[in-house]
């Protein structure tokens, strides 16, 4: 089992950056695939990126493919999401999934794969 508590949101104007942070409490955190979803007000809970056990294994979202960028440290039991040009279309509630996997396997666009969940972390970008 593992819990997960996000940060790193704020308050920024479009064009800025953001990294939040996914740290995990637990053991095998290596044995996880983390992903990053994202709810706006009103709309449903979208896929961002995930990151499967290898650091290597990365997906993203069309909407922010070429901004953003998912890395993991398993030393430090953290998962990270670098944001970059932001506007205000990525103003969110975002959350950290995760997922125990075999090493061979992808990390899952579908939030329903995850099993593990934080609170989440509000991003607001103004134009």
């Known amino acids: 089992q593992v819990q997960l508590a996000e940060s790193g949101g704020s308050s920024v104007e479009a064009g800025g950056s953001l990294r939040l942070s996914c740290a995990a409490s637990?053991?095998?955190?290596?044995?996880?695939?983390v992903g990053w979803f994202r709810q706006a007000p009103g709309k449903e809970r979208e896929f961002v990126a995930a990151i499967s056990r290898v650091t290597s294994g990365t997906v993203y979202a069309d909407s922010v493919k070429g901004r953003f960028t998912i890395s993991r440290d398993n030393a430090k039991k953290s998962v990270y999401l670098q944001m970059n040009s932001l506007n205000p279309e990525d103003t969110a509630i975002y959350s950290c999934?995760?997922?125990?996997?075999?090493?061979?396997?992808?990390?899952?666009?579908?939030?329903?794969?995850?099993?593990?969940w934080g609170q989440g972390t509000s991003v607001t970008v103004s134009s």
């Open positions: 637990g053991r095998s955190f290596d044995r996880y695939a």
């Open positions: 999934a995760a997922r125990s996997v075999i090493l061979s396997m992808p990390a899952p666009r579908e939030a329903d794969e995850y099993s593990y």
